[in-house]
């Protein structure tokens, strides 16, 4: 079992930067607040004919070990902040042109996808509608229209770095652009009923001559 799963669009190494980011600096505190503390109980452990002493933590040389770590902890919630804006921004919200149009459509408990045919258009009479199987092809900017017939669900793409959830009554877009060809998990991320661990779909990713093969096979 791989360790972590590989990415498959151009912003899933955005997410994982992010990720790993948090990771790195909130591992780093931990590390050293626990050595720190370690270093501490060590030092300052009882000993005979030594008496404790009362610590108030008011003078300024005490406090010096709180401001000064508070202050740094401070300057990585910053960085983090600013690195989770710009990847959410460059995400969810500065849509590049799309290049292609799919449908998707969760209901209790499957995935309906609605790709575009030969034309490449979405809602003409050559498009084509599949079960638990949405096919892209490799390296094309998608724009997603998202929306539930039913309960909420979560449309998860785990090699996209990609969920979204889907409300009754809203249509949703976003974006991806696959980078890699494969055949890869498509989840619901979002409990919804009984057969919630039933709902998974499959993606197929493929080169453009593939994937329009197929979809002349679908129209004959």
Known sequence: MDLIIEQASSFAADIDMVILLIAVLAGFWFFLAEAVLFYFIFKFRQRKG???????????????????PHNLIIVCDLVIIFFAIKVWYDIKQDLPPAQEVVQVI????????????LDKQLGTADDVATVDELRVKVGVT????????DV?????????????DAVPGRVF?????????????????????????LMQGR???????????????KAT
């Open 106 to 117: 969760g209901r209790q408990w499957s995935w309906q996808f609605v790709h575009p045919g």
């Open 142 to 149: 998608y724009h997603f229209k998202l929306e539930s017939r």
């Open 50 to 68: 030594v008496k404790a002493q009362y610590i108030t933590g008011t003078r300024k040389e005490e406090k010096k070990w709180l401001h000064w």
């Open 152 to 164: 909420l669900h979560s449309f998860s793409v785990p090699v996209f770095r990609l969920k979204q």
């Open 173 to 197: 877009t976003g974006w991806f652009t696959p980078t890699k060809t494969g055949t890869y998990d498509i989840q619901c991320a979002e409990m919804c009923g009984m057969g919630h661990g």
């Open 203 to 217: 993606l197929v990713i493929e080169d453009e001559a593939a994937h329009d093969e197929w979809l002349r096979n």
